[in-house]
Each structure stands twice: as C-alpha cells, then as structure tokens.
C-alpha cells in the first residue's frame, strides 16, 4: 500500500482504512516485535478489559544515552498510558470512531492518539495498557543519524512553541528530510 503524501499519520491511516480486522497493529519497519509480545498483545485482546495497548522498548544498540532516554520514556508510557508510536494495537472501531491519527501532526501523532484512546476507554469502562514483559527492539537508526544537540534542539523548539513546531514537517526534519 502506498500513501504518496510523506506523513507518517497519513500513512498510518491509510493502512488502517484498507485493514478488515477487528484490531489494528502499527509497528514502525524499523522495529523487531518478538513472539512473546504478539503472545502478550492476544492476552490483552482476549482479556476484554482494554482498547488499545503499546509496549515498553528497548534500543538496539549500546549507546547509554539513548539507552536512559528509552527508560524515561519507558517510566513515563507506564504512568502515563502513552504509546510509543512504533508498536501501537488498537481496536478498529475505536480507531475509526476518533478518526486515527491527527493530520495536523508531523510528529508526536501517537502521543495526540494516545490522550484520546484514554478518554474513550475511560468513557467505555475500559483502560489502554502498556505491556512490559516483553520490550519492543527498535532501531537506534535516528540516533545515529542526528545529533544528540539535533534531537535537544527540536524538542526545546517544541516545548518554546508550544507544539506548533508538531505541525511542520520542515520543523520536524528529523523524520522528514530524508537522511538515511
């Protein structure tokens, strides 16, 4: 399937209106799920309690500081039910029904789907779980390619503009500008 337009929220959406199932996956290419997290995804499904759920990852590689900034967020999707963008599952209605990714996002998509998946689980007695037992290996690839200072500088740009800068795709050059 080929979304011509280079938005990562409009190729999620696209895969997600093409999908018959009842419940979607999002993995990001660079990621490596192992067969005890898809075994830990239809334990959740079958519980019936959740609507959506995320795993925690893990960085493929040894660089420390990449490797503490995969804890933070780790702390931070555990407490706060945000899914990180590259392994995201997710009832298909529910998808539908809030309308999938916000188009207006070049980055942090996830995050924006991620606080409305709270309040329709919420609303539906039901909860979004991040799973743990078995981390998502996901590629260090950005890290490597962009500069610890690249990566400061986009998000105090963000922070400083209040998120506007989310919604620029020239903003968000590190998913965008086509470095590889």
Not at 92 to 116: C, H, K, M, P, Q
Request: aromatic share 10%; charged share 25%; with cysteine.
């Amino acid at each position: 399937m080929f979304e011509p337009v280079n938005q990562i929220g409009r190729a999620r959406n696209r895969g997600a209106e093409a999908a018959t199932g009842d419940w979607l996956v999002f993995i990001d290419a660079d990621s490596f799920p192992s067969a005890g997290l898809f075994a830990d995804v239809i334990e959740a499904i079958e519980s019936g309690t959740c609507i959506a759920g995320g795993s925690t990852v893990k960085m493929g590689g040894g660089r420390k500081a990449v490797q503490f900034v995969a804890g933070l967020w780790n702390l931070i999707s555990r407490t706060s039910r945000l899914l990180a963008g590259s392994f995201i599952f997710c009832q298909t209605s529910v998808f539908r029904e809030l309308g999938g990714f916000n188009l207006e996002l070049f980055a942090s998509e996830e995050i924006d789907l991620s606080r409305r998946l709270k309040k329709a689980a919420r609303k539906a007695g039901k909860r979004i779980v991040i799973l743990t037992r078995h981390p998502l290996v996901t590629s260090e690839r950005k890290t490597q390619l962009y500069s610890d200072w690249e990566h400061l500088r986009f998000l105090l740009k963000t922070v400083f503009g209040l998120g506007r800068t989310l919604k620029s795709a020239e903003a968000c050059h590190i998913w965008y500008d086509g470095r590889r």
